[in-house]
T-cell receptor, first 112, second 116 residues
Framework: DQQVKQNSPSLSVQEGRISILNCDYT??????FLWYKKYPAEGPTFLIS?????DKNEDGRFTVFLNKSAKHLSLHIVPSQPGDSAVYFC???????????FGTGTLLAVQP | SAVISQKPSRDICQRGTSLTIQCQVD?????MFWYRQQPGQSLTLIAT?????????ESGFVIDKFPISRPNLTFSTLTVSNMSPEDSSIYLC?????????????FGPGTRLTVL
């Protein structure tokens, strides 16, 4: 069973506009969530994280929102830039095991 | 953060052979992991590499197929044994500086394996 889901396999956004990437999870034991960005032929690069005790975390152009009741998190990128074009993975862990469970990824294309 | 390198970056192998992938971290880390990303799929954890002891494998992965070593705090190897075309994947090493759940995992660039 897929415990972490990214239902949009791809997203296209104009440069300068907001990109919103979504992620849903099913395991209520997850208490820490991360977003990674992956370019082709490279490993995932850590972007931003959020603990379950928060509902928002911001770092520059990147903001992650967590809705625990809906078991949903989202990554907002504003303004979007062509260099943001990559595959974005959300990941979750339960803290106790240190294991990361990844979603299937969303391919973001930012059009100039 | 930690800088992680992997060797080889890619390889094409024949069915029935084995390949050993090396992972080197530029600083001492507490935990190291091995993941697999099959074509079009997400990243799946294979095992946690434990220093000086047997790795901890996830469901669906066994030591005979994926033997792992971790002789010290900065180095680990993953062997893909008796390969078949279904083993064609990207294999990624990751590491954490601490043991808390909130400590970030950093990833290597991956090894792209094609089995003919």
């Amino acid at each position: 069973d897929q415990q972490v889901k990214q239902n949009s396999p791809s997203l296209s956004v104009q440069e300068g506009r907001i990109s919103i990437l979504n992620c849903d999870y099913t395991n209520s034991m997850f208490d820490y969530f991360l977003w990674y960005k992956k370019y082709p032929a490279e490993g995932p690069t850590f972007l931003i994280s959020i603990s379950s005790i928060k509902d928002k975390n911001e770092d520059g152009r990147f903001t992650v929102f967590l809705n625990k009741s809906a078991k949903h998190l989202s990554l907002h990128i504003v303004p979007s830039q062509p260099g943001d074009s990559a595959v974005y993975f959300c990941a979750a862990s339960d803290g106790a095991t240190n294991k990361l469970i990844f979603g299937t990824g969303t391919l973001l294309a930012v059009q100039p | 953060s930690a800088v992680i390198s992997q060797k080889p970056s890619r390889d094409i192998c024949q069915r029935g052979t084995s390949l050993t992938i090396q992972c080197q971290v530029d600083s001492q880390v507490t935990m190291m992991f091995w993941y697999r990303q099959q074509p079009g799929q997400s990243l799946t954890l294979i095992a946690t590499a434990n220093q000086g002891s047997e790795a901890t494998y996830e469901s669906g992965f066994v030591i005979d197929k994926f033997p792992i070593s971790r002789p010290n705090l900065t180095f680990s190897t993953l062997t893909v044994s008796n390969m078949s075309p279904e083993d064609s994947s990207i294999y990624l090493c990751s590491a954490k500086m601490g043991m808390l759940g909130t400590d970030t995992q950093y990833f290597g660039p991956g090894t792209r394996l094609t089995v003919l």
